[in-house]
C-alpha cells in the first residue's frame, strides 16, 4: 500500500520513538550508576576500554544501517525500520551512560564536561536519525 507518510506524522513517529529511548536511559541511569560503583577503581580503566570498543562497533553499525526509502510506506516495515534505529540508539545511549559514569569514578573533575560531551554526542545521533528517516521520506516522494 503506497501512500504518503506526511510531515507530521513522520515527525510524531520519530519523537515517540526517540523520547522513549530518552526516557529508558534517563529510569535506567541510576541502576548503571550503582553497578560501576561496584567495580574494583583498579579495573574501571578496563571497562572505559571494554565500553569503548563496544561503542565503536554500534556506532559503526547505527552509521551503515539508513532507513530504505521505498519500504517507509509500508507501515510493518517502517516500524521495523525504526525498531532497529531505536535499538542501536538505545545501546549507544546506554553505552555513553556508562562511559560518562565510569569517567567521573576515575576523573571527578571531568564528569560536567564529559556529560556535556555526552548529551551533545547523543543529541547529534538523534538529530541525524531524525534526518535520515525524512531525507528517505523525501527522496521517494512519500512526505507531504
Not at 577503581?41 to 532507513?67: A, E, G, P
Amino acid at each position: 500500500m503506497d501512500s504518503k507518510i506526511g510531515f507530521k506524522k513522520a515527525v510524531f513517529e520519530n519523537g515517540v520513538k526517540n523520547g522513549t529511548i530518552v526516557l529508558i536511559l534517563w529510569r535506567c541511569y541510576n541502576h548503571l550508576f550503582q553497578a560501576l560503583n561496584t567495580v574494583d577503581s583498579q579495573n574501571i580503566n578496563n571497562v572505559l576500554l571494554i565500553i569503548s570498543i563496544f561503542l565503536m562497533i554500534v556506532c559503526f553499525v547505527n552509521f551503515t544501517f539508513t532507513y530504505n526509502r521505498r519500504w517507509l510506506t509500508q507501515l510493518s516495515f517502517r516500524i521495523l525500520s525504526h525498531l532497529i534505529s531505536a535499538l542501536f540508539l538505545l545501546l549507544i545511549g546506554f553505552l555513553l551512560e556508562a562511559m560518562m559514569i565510569a569517567v567521573s569514578i576515575v576523573y571527578p573533575g571531568l564528569s560536567m564536561i564529559t556529560s556535556v560531551f555526552v548529551i551533545l554526542l547523543f543529541l547529534g545521533l538523534v538529530v541525524f536519525d531524525f534526518w535520515d528517516f525524512l531525507r528517505n521520506c523525501i527522496k521517494e516522494n512519500n512526505i507531504i
